[in-house]
């Protein structure tokens, strides 16, 4: 009788720890598919001390003389080009991931924000992407909505480039665009995209009804990628602008474990009202970067930089036949103290002709700088 009594609550306890363990599996497996775990949150906030050696440092109102304009005070690049302490932007990504459908609200304040939305009118100048995509297959996927450019090696976010300050190829490529794009994944390691897509920055609206196409095709290995653009159409009212065609090369590969090389090369070209020459730009970088701690890395970038016909205008000094270059090299390094990274850097840009201006206020080809960035990425 004692056997018999032990033996059926020994059967109770294993169906009650039989009951608590498939329980608790449910639980966990409902608390896996919680609708807000698919839901993520990241961003950055940024901001630099800027100083000119040799050039000055203090502003003058805008009067139309080149000799007091502050542009020539500062590379004719994007970003970073305030003297002193000064803000970069505020960053904010919010995202959502489902099995086949999801969306990006990409979203800036600050300086750096606004300068790089700056197409944009009201409200929607905080908003940096904001797009919806849907996947599909395993190997197609649609965007649709406002997106940063696939053109280029750099991109609007700090915590995206190596360089805090930023080449005259990125400044001057486009930035974003509103439209439809389809990404193919061909194979394991080559890839494809096609878009539809408004005139180059314009991301709120299509005001001239024209619309430009883009393509790329990439190839990707674990020691690092090459992808191969394109852009052609109509970037504005066709009373004023003909098509503008542009290709790019972007690639960058792990030369060692410690030694990563960056390239990125670009031709632009925009056809004429009536008759005369395509007016336009091109360029190539070189990024070499050696990583020499687990904290610290050094990096260069060197680039040269061409306008001809005046395809670009305020930027450099133009000679009498509207052609103009200059050779920019940025030495920067990056150092991580956690989330925070700081990047000290020096840049020197020559120009072909007289660009900028000297302490005396006097017209002069070069100019050297330092920046002290400091990202803080989450």
């Known amino acids: ?27 966990q497996e409902e608390e896996e598919k919680k609708w807000f775990d698919n839901f993520s949150v990241n961003g950055s906030v940024d901001g630099y001390f800027r100083y000119n050696i040799g050039a000055p440092n203090e502003s003058d109102d805008f009067d139309g003389d080149a000799s007091t304009d502050d542009s020539f005070i500062a590379p004719g690049t994007s970003f970073a080009n305030q003297s002193g302490f000064a803000l970069g932007m505020a960053n904010l990504i919010l995202g959502y991931e489902g099995e086949k459908v999801g969306f990006v609200a990409d979203l800036v304040f600050g300086q750096r924000g606004e300068d790089a939305v700056f197409n944009s009118d009201g409200s929607a100048q905080i908003v940096n992407q904001l797009y919806a995509y849907w996947n599909v297959s395993d190997k197609v ?175 450099i ?11 920019a090299a940025t030495l920067t390094g990056s150092y991580a103290i956690g989330d925070l990274t700081l990047k000290p850097e020096l840049r020197l840009d020559s120009a072909s002709e007289d660009s900028f201006l000297d302490n005396d206020r006097e017209a002069t080809k070069s100019l050297s700088s330092f920046v002290l960035g400091a990202i803080y990425k989450f």
């Open 141 to 315: 996927k649609l965007t649709v909505g406002n997106f940063n450019t696939f053109l280029g090696y750099e991109v609007i976010s700090p915590t995206g480039n190596f360089n805090y300050s930023t080449s005259y190829m990125f400044s001057y490529g486009p930035f974003s665009h509103t439209g439809l794009k389809a990404d193919f994944a061909l194979s394991e390691k080559w890839s494809a995209m096609l878009a539809v897509m408004n005139p180059t920055d314009y991301t709120e609206n299509n005001p001239f009804d024209t619309y430009i196409v883009g393509a790329q095709l990439g190839y990707s290995t674990d020691s690092g990628s090459a992808f191969l653009n394109f852009r052609y159409g109509n970037e504005g009212d066709t009373d004023e602008v003909d098509p503008t065609f542009q290709v790019d090369l972007t690639t960058g590969w792990d030369v060692s474990e410690d030694f990563y090389l960056g390239i990125n090369t670009t031709y632009l070209s925009t056809e004429p009202q009536g008759d005369g020459d395509a007016s336009g730009f091109y360029g190539v970088a070189l990024y070499p970067q050696y990583k020499t701690s687990e904290k610290f890395t050094i990096g260069l970038r060197g680039e040269y930089f061409s306008v001809y016909n005046g395809g670009l205008t305020g930027v």
């Open 1 to 27: 009788m004692k056997t018999k009594t032990v033996t059926n609550f020994l059967r109770k306890v294993g169906l009650v720890a039989l009951a608590l363990v498939s329980f608790t599996t449910i639980a």
């Open 317 to 327: 000094g133009l000679d009498s036949e509207n052609d103009g270059d200059v050779i």
